[in-house]
């Protein structure tokens, strides 16, 4: 079984910073591709940034520029640096795991339980 706990969430004002952290956990032999995507109420769960085990990066276009996703394989985690926030940066942040090989067994499209980020004007 894999678990991803994120931290780092919390409430900031407009043009600050806050970094994500999301830690997988289990008997992990390898994790393909990590990353963050985001919920606000009433819209559609989207895509803010996502990292390859090969170490390609691909953002959504509102935060290019802003956020910076990471990763430490070692710790099977992923990182989430977001600078310049804004106030429609507000949402729950999901972390994600496409897929993952525990104890010879894939798991896919595993979630995180979510961490609020809420930038004030």
């Known amino acids: 079984q894999v678990q991803l706990v994120e931290s780092g969430g919390g409430l900031v004002q407009a043009g600050g910073s806050l970094r994500l952290s999301c830690a997988a956990s289990g008997n992990i032999r390898a994790i393909n591709t990590m990353g963050w995507y985001r919920q606000a109420p009433g819209k559609q769960r989207e895509l803010v940034a996502v990292h390859t085990s090969g170490g390609s990066t691909n953002y959504a276009d509102s935060v290019k520029g802003r956020f910076t996703i990471s990763r430490d394989n070692a710790k099977n985690t992923v990182y989430l640096q977001m600078n310049s926030l804004k106030p429609e940066d507000t949402s729950v942040y999901y972390c994600?795991?496409?897929?993952?090989?525990?104890?010879?067994?894939?798991?896919?499209?595993?979630w995180g339980q979510g961490t609020q980020v809420t930038v004030s004007s």
């Open positions: 994600n795991v496409d897929k993952a090989i525990v104890r010879g067994a894939w798991y896919y499209n595993l």
